[in-house]
């Protein structure tokens, strides 16, 4: 294995009690975390300390599922939660390094809204701040919008474009230098570097400017969770960051060659890119304890939780029907989450599971790569992941909160450390800047460059 000369990244993608489905039933879990604001400042302030490139906040606008007897029991499935950006609002006033990234759907805002709120956003925090766009996976969220059903995945995908570039074109609507607030000639901001954006497509017309001034990072970092061809293609010419979920190392480094390769049709090089696969790590001193620990949290799960958590994330089937011991059966391709329905389809194909297996096996991680191990096999094999092209870092998923990530900040950083993988010091003070990302121009300057 060659090292690589940069170190890796790493992201807290804090779900309320944590990431397993039964993570508010653990007794050291903090059960009303998702609305008690001290739980999530204890956390932030721990992240940053551990020098942690950022803090994920996933969202959905609506709670996701219908079936009330497994909703009423389980705390992951958006149920009562902060809004993402208000809350990280508040915890960057708390903190001065760690970066901040929450999601946003394109299906049910409109870009203005998005361009302004993570403008202010990076200004509150002095350039922290990074949005994760989704084009949102869920039928649930589309009947709090008006609609009766979900729009279209491929309809999805072709706003989101558009959307994404009337994002960018807005935070291009200021220079950098514009507001000159000169109160002795009375001149508050210079006109000639403000340019509207007179957008005019096919979902969006959106004249401009926007009314936040340019942010410090000159945009938010824009970060992308689908994994579709066409989130493969929108993240290829739109993000910086890429969150994806895969089970094992050889998916992951077939989805980031894949990734990396498209770059370059876009006028990109690989470096503009970061792309960072969760991991859900159950942390012990041996393997047998933390096999115990996993074995501790996976009995909370109750059936019906297992049953629909695994039906939503196969596409919203209805598997009721169906004996929990026998075998997966044949499902038509969801419009909702199509790389997550495959890559759970084939995994009880390949491991022959029965429908309670597939539940119990994704229960915990959400069909995102779950490592069960000593500090040194984990990093072990992160490391391996990272300089065999599988990752460029990791969005750590703790099974339940804080102790989860207090486990990993004492256990794997250090051992992440010991082996150069990681940082001990922050470098610098924007969100780009811990994760290698270039600031991009404002395109006046380009236009300057070029000529
Ligand atoms: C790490 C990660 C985080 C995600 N976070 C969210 C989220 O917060 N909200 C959301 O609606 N979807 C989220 N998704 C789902 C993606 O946006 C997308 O719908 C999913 O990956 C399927 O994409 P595809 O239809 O392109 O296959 C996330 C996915 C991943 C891998």
Do not use: C
Not at 26 to 31: F, G, V
Not at 77 to 90: H, I, N
Not at 105 to 125: G, M, V
Not at 240 to 269: M, P
């Amino acid at each position: 294995m060659t090292r690589r000369k940069d170190q890796l990244s790493l992201g807290a993608f804090l779900y309320p009690t944590g990431h397993h489905i039964a993570a508010w039933r653990h007794p050291q879990a903090q059960a009303d975390a998702g609305s008690n604001f001290a739980h999530y400042a204890a956390l932030a302030r721990i992240v940053e300390a551990a020098k942690f490139d950022l803090i994920f906040m996933a969202d959905g606008v609506g709670t996701r599922g219908r079936d009330t007897e497994a909703l009423s029991r389980t705390a992951v499935r958006y149920v009562a939660q902060f809004e993402p950006l208000t809350l990280l609002s508040a915890l960057a006033a708390l903190t001065e390094r760690v970066g901040f990234v929450a999601t946003a759907s394109t299906t049910y805002n409109e870009p203005y809204h998005i361009a302004r709120k993570f403008a202010s956003l990076d200004h509150i925090s002095g350039g922290r701040a990074g949005w994760n766009l989704v084009t949102s996976a869920s039928e649930d969220e589309a009947q709090n919008f008006n609609r009766d059903h979900h729009v279209a995945h491929a309809e999805r995908y072709e706003r989101a474009e558009e959307f994404a570039d009337v994002v960018r074109g807005l935070w291009d609507t200021w220079e950098q230098d514009a507001f000159l607030r000169d109160k002795e000639s009375g001149i508050f901001y210079d006109p000639d570097k403000q340019h509207l954006l007179n957008h005019r497509g096919k979902h969006f017309k959106v004249r401009g400017p926007l009314n936040v001034s340019r942010a410090p990072q000159g945009h938010p970092v824009v970060v992308q969770a689908g994994s579709s061809e066409p989130g493969r293609d929108l993240a290829a010419r739109t993000a910086e960051v890429i969150f994806t979920a895969h089970q094992t190392i050889e998916d992951a480094r077939a989805f980031y060659s894949d990734v990396k390769g498209r770059l370059a049709r876009f006028g990109r090089s690989v470096d503009d890119l970061k792309i960072m696969p969760g991991i859900f790590p159950v942390i012990g001193k041996t393997e047998s304890e933390a096999r115990e620990k996993f074995e501790q949290i996976q009995e909370l799960i109750h059936p019906a939780v297992g049953l629909s958590l695994l039906s939503g994330m196969a596409g919203d089937v209805d598997l009721s029907a169906y004996p929990l011991d026998g075998p997966i059966p044949d499902v038509t391709e969801t419009n909702g989450s199509k790389s997550r329905q495959k890559l759970l389809l084939e995994l009880a194909r390949r491991e022959n599971l029965t429908i309670r297996q597939l539940y119990l096996r994704v229960a915990g991680a959400r069909g995102h790569w779950q490592i069960v191990g000593t500090p040194e096999q984990i990093v072990d094999q992160m490391e391996e992941w990272f300089i065999t092209g599988a990752a460029d870092g990791f969005n750590v998923m703790p099974p339940h909160l804080p102790v989860g990530l207090t486990d990993f900040v004492e256990h794997i950083v250090p051992e992440l450390r010991r082996r150069g993988l990681f940082r001990t010091e922050y470098a610098g003070r924007t969100l780009r800047s811990h994760l290698g990302l270039r600031e991009p121009q404002h395109p006046s300057r380009t236009a300057v460059a070029a000529e």
